[in-house]
């Protein structure tokens, strides 16, 4: 059974810089796509960033050039680096995987679907 578990969400200031972390247990090899969804209260769920087992990474517009996700194979962890952050960024997120999973489609097989594996969400807030 594929677990995921997030940390280091917390409150931060407008320009300020989270990281958040997922740890992955359960998968028996690296080739698996994983990545970030994000809720804020009242939205829907969007995909923020993905990236596929070879290193290539996928990002929502509305996160280019301040989110950076990165991963560490053998300590099967991926993380997403948030600078410059703003308030419109405060929402739930999520860790997802999915072993057959498109980083464009932010793990998901097709556009608009869901990854398979979810994790239970940390809170971002960032206050203006």
């Known amino acids: 059974q594929v677990q995921l578990v997030e940390s280091g969400g917390g409150s931060v200031q407008a320009g300020g810089s989270l990281r958040l972390s997922c740890a992955a247990s359960g998968y028996t090899g690296s080739s698996v796509c994983m990545g970030w969804f994000r809720q804020a209260p009242g939205k829907e769920r969007e995909g923020v960033a993905g990236?596929?087992?070879?290193?290539?990474?996928s990002y929502a517009d509305s996160v280019k050039g301040r989110f950076t996700i990165s991963k560490d194979n053998a300590k099967r962890t991926h993380h997403l680096q948030m600078n410059s952050l703003k308030p419109e960024d405060t929402a739930m997120y999520y860790c997802?995987?999915?072993?057959?999973?498109?980083?464009?489609?932010?793990?998901?097989?097709?556009?608009?679907?869901?990854?398979?594996?979810w994790g239970q969400g940390t809170q971002v807030t960032v206050s203006s």
């Open positions: 997802v995987s999915d072993l057959l999973g498109d980083a464009r489609y932010t793990c998901a097989r097709t556009a608009g679907g869901r990854p398979r594996f």
């Open positions: 990236i596929a087992s070879d290193g290539s990474t």
